[in-house]
């Protein structure tokens, strides 16, 4: 096996290697024209950076007419239509309210491009609809909700999709086929690297609402709490009642990689994250930078999120996944040798990932779906028990942390890790000796149960208190 020292090595050299092998664009579906009854009747629910994201992608496919933009700020709506309009689609209807759209029985599907803490309950409101639904990562607020979304799609029978589309990248499946193979040897160990730089959002400040905003359809199953943050839209990702941190707003896609080339399902055996949101002082909660080691028995995943000022893995390639094999390395879609040399660039053909979910609605096969909302809710799932890990903690030292890990059996590299972490604070002008981490709880799982061991207040923190009528419904509900 690779030793820490080694495993450095490749991660100091190989990154030059990789460059020339950096995987292509996913590539459109052909635009072939299709008879108006052969179309797809789709809305899109959430108009903000990814609902325009949606919008581009929707008016590249002839197969499919967006009816209708929601958005809770009738500014968003109005931005994105006129976005559709640009890219020569027609004017679709822009409302407030997701169930305007929903009660229209001509829509057939529906993007739910909303903020997290909506994404499960938008999905389940469409599916009791009559709708197959695509939701972006991370497909829940909480484990719960997540679970329910799976229960729901399959007793219903809808097609659902999650918004991880390196799923549908050709050469990614061969590189996850190559390790299921066994020809990367004994993989015990992936790693979830995510450095994506996010300054403070300032604060505590009154929240200006934008002047189109329903807020009370915009909190939904949320409280309608006073903001402190100064800006309203996106910054809801740094809050527990609407968001996930950076973990399940960015490295919830590679920490889905990992979990596909490894083959392993569930919440694991157990789960420790330690990190803090640090360097700077702000109305923020969840943390800036942290680290989340998930125990799968013979095979670890190690996530490392950093959102401070830190030198990239490369300039090019600044998140990646590593899949560590005794016979050699997988980073991204290459293959490096034991010595650390490139020896192979996968390839594999791509599918549109729009393109690939508009192909399983019409199949009616959920097993056509690149990334069916069962592999996004066990991705997404991790992300939560990470931060649960992490929410329970308290402040401590760098030394207990090491302690901490040192009782854990899991794989060697977290000891590693640590000490790139430590190293990467310190860069960022961070005092540990000042500024302590918090160490987040060691939780175990109950086996298939998706709950935790004798941890009631973990398991308080897998739902949530849901304001009404935005609740998500019991399965004996549906």
Known sequence: MLTPTRRRFFEDSLMAAAAVALPKTLLGAETTAVSANEKITAAIIGCGIRGKAHARELARLADCDVAYVCDPDLDRADEVGALLVELKRPMPKKVQDLRKVLEDKAVDVVFIATPNHWHALAAIWAMQAGKDVYVEKPVSQNVEEGRRIVQVARKLGRIAQTGTQNRSRGALAE??????????GEVKLAKSIIYSGRGSIGGPAECVMPPRCDYDLWAGPAPMTKLTRPKFHYDWHWFWDTGN?????????????????????????SVLSYGGRLGYTDVAETPNSQVGIFDFGDKTIISETRGLKTAPFHPTIKSMWFFYGSEGIIADTSLFDPKGNLARAFEG??????????????SRKHTDLTADIEEGHQSTALCHIANISYRLGAQTSVNNISKALGTLRVHEDVQDTLERTKHYLAEAGVDLDKTQLTLGQHLRVNGDKASFLDNAAANALLTREYRAPFVVPKLSEI
């Open 245 to 269: 941190g950076e973990i399940g707003n960015n490295n919830v896609h590679s920490l889905d990689i990992c979990r596909w080339g490894l083959g392993v399902t569930g919440l694991g055996r």
């Open 349 to 362: 053909k791509s599918e549109n990932h729009f393109a690939n979910f508009l192909r399983a609605v019409r």
């Open 175 to 184: 590189a996850v086929k190559f390790m299921r193979e066994g020809k990367l």
